[in-house]
């Protein structure tokens, strides 16, 4: 999630350089104030000055809640010199250029989090082979021989991070600004959870009988990148849940270093899901090698984007009128034609109509059909823009359509792509009818008995499609905001 809109009622964080004495020392105390202004409200935040050559940082928070002048208090901005890099500089760099929105005090306590990583990380590049070319590949080939004959831990010094929250908190966001400011000669891999997996999956079958084939792609894994970054970390197959703790373990033992986002607690992965005990080791693991932290947020910065219609029309028998838009973004002289595209591991999708990027689908061709993750990441290395016709309101007689549209959703918004589409009712609605257990369980019944029944007939209850449902509906609503809109039409050239 990107927040990139400005809004009037917010006041910009406005941070200044400012009082540079760096021979007065008097001026520099060994514990030294950063006074934040928060709605013309005064909280002095410790912080913590080693080095005399400093900068004091005055920032001005404003526009933020009474609940945020409480918690200002909870969050300790490391004071630093001029050439000090890392997620929260360049937050601050942002939203005084007016590149972001004004400060969220959620965002700054998980910015804390990630710049303790980041310092930790760049005092400890060698320690934790790091930089892919202080390693000569004869050492590398060497300490693989070796591990081989005598298999060995070599866990990092330094923990990861498990950043979780809800929905259009930015959490994306943030990992990204973490994961910029790291050198390019790192490591170090940014990659949805979904491709992750479809890139283990592949690398087994690669390997497949070998004894132990989770341990080489492992290895694999390792000799690319150290550190790993893995966005929208969720757990909803089963195959999944059985390697992930084999996987990681090996991960682990190998350097790896995870940062990781997700919309669940660790303790709420696979919640539900088969063989959930077997799974269970993985959640203590990841809790071990990973610090945990929450980002709260009232507000979806999603849904703050200049909202409007977009590609996303609501009703029947819309058929002509999809086919005229996808028409008009094609080019008025260009005629589509059917085509088949090779998607993952030989496997192949046929395009209903395709042209100048852009991919024509009935809601049945892409989400009735036994379609995953794997085919839609494959669809959108080969085009930018999707027209789908008719998305149904998804209830219980439409579970497995339900799974794949939000699958569909995810792997599109991971990729920056546009849609087009006609839909029997608007996002909220389409998926108002899934709901998770606790919902279920909280939702009072009507008083006729026949109301009842047809009150649990209409729903699905099922716990990931009913976390899964706020992030689709906020990323429906923002892929069809003006901002999103002009974003993809800047990186597509067109």
């Known amino acids: 999630m990107r927040p990139i809109v400005r809004s009037s009622s917010l006041s910009r964080i406005r941070w200044a350089l400012r009082n540079q004495e760096r021979n007065s020392s008097t001026f520099y105390s060994k514990s030294s104030k950063l006074l934040i202004g928060v709605n013309q409200n005064q909280a002095l935040v410790n912080t913590n000055t080693r080095n005399p050559a400093l900068y004091s940082r005055l920032s001005f928070l404003r526009g933020l809640s009474a609940e945020a002048v409480e918690a200002a208090d909870a969050v300790r901005l490391t004071v630093s010199d001029v050439n000090r890099t890392g997620p929260l500089v360049e937050y601050e760099r942002r939203i005084s250029d007016g590149e972001l929105m004004t400060g969220d005090i959620c965002q700054l306590s998980a910015l804390r989090e990630l710049q303790r990583l980041h310092d930790e990380l760049m005092e400890s590049v060698d320690t934790c082979r790091l930089d892919r070319y202080n390693t000569s590949d004869k050492s590398s080939r060497s300490r693989w021989f070796w591990s081989r004959l005598m298999p060995q831990s070599s866990y990092s010094p330094v923990k990861g991070l498990y950043l979780y929250g809800g929905v259009g908190t930015g959490k994306t966001m943030l990992m990204d600004l973490f994961f910029d400011q790291l050198p390019c000669s790192w490591k170090k891999q940014r990659i949805h959870f979904h491709d992750f997996m479809l890139t283990v999956h592949s690398r087994l079958q690669k390997h497949k009988g070998l004894s132990d084939p989770l341990e080489v792609v492992a290895q694999e894994i390792a000799h690319d990148a150290i550190l790993l970054c893995l966005d929208e970390f969720m757990v909803t197959d089963v195959a999944d849940a059985l390697i992930l703790n084999r996987l990681f373990g090996h991960l682990f033992s190998n350097g790896i270093i995870l940062v990781a986002t997700s919309n669940r607690n660790p303790d709420k992965l696979y919640e539900g899901g088969l063989q959930r005990d077997l799974f269970l080791p993985f959640i203590a693991s990841l809790k071990e090698r990973n610090m945990v932290h929450e980002i709260g947020s009232s507000v979806d910065y999603r849904k703050l984007t200049s909202a409007e219609q977009g590609f996303y029309f609501i009703g029947k028998d819309l058929s002509t009128l999809l086919k005229q838009k996808f028409q008009q973004l094609i080019g008025d002289n260009v005629v589509a034609r059917t085509q088949v595209v090779e998607v993952v591991m030989g496997r192949t999708l046929q395009v209903s109509l395709g042209a100048n990027g852009c991919a024509y689908f009935s809601f049945e061709e892409l989400c009735d059909r036994p379609l995953g993750a794997a085919d ?102 923002e892929m069809n905001s003006k901002e999103y809109l002009e974003q993809h039409a800047i990186t597509q050239n067109l």
Request: charged letters at 25%.
């Open 376 to 477: 839609y990441f494959g669809l959108f290395k080969k085009f930018h823009t999707l027209a789908l016709e008719g998305v149904p309101v998804f209830g219980l007689h439409n579970r497995t359509s339900a799974y794949r549209f939000v699958t569909l959703v995810d792997v599109m918004y991971e990729n920056r792509a546009r849609l087009l589409c006609t839909a029997e009712a608007s996002p909220q609605e389409l998926l108002e009818k899934i709901v998770t257990i606790s919902e279920a369980k909280s939702m009072a019944p009507r008083t006729s008995s026949r109301s009842r029944k047809n009150d649990v007939s209409e729903l699905c209850v099922d716990n990931e499609l009913g976390f899964a449902k706020d992030r689709t509906i906020s990323r429906l609503t």
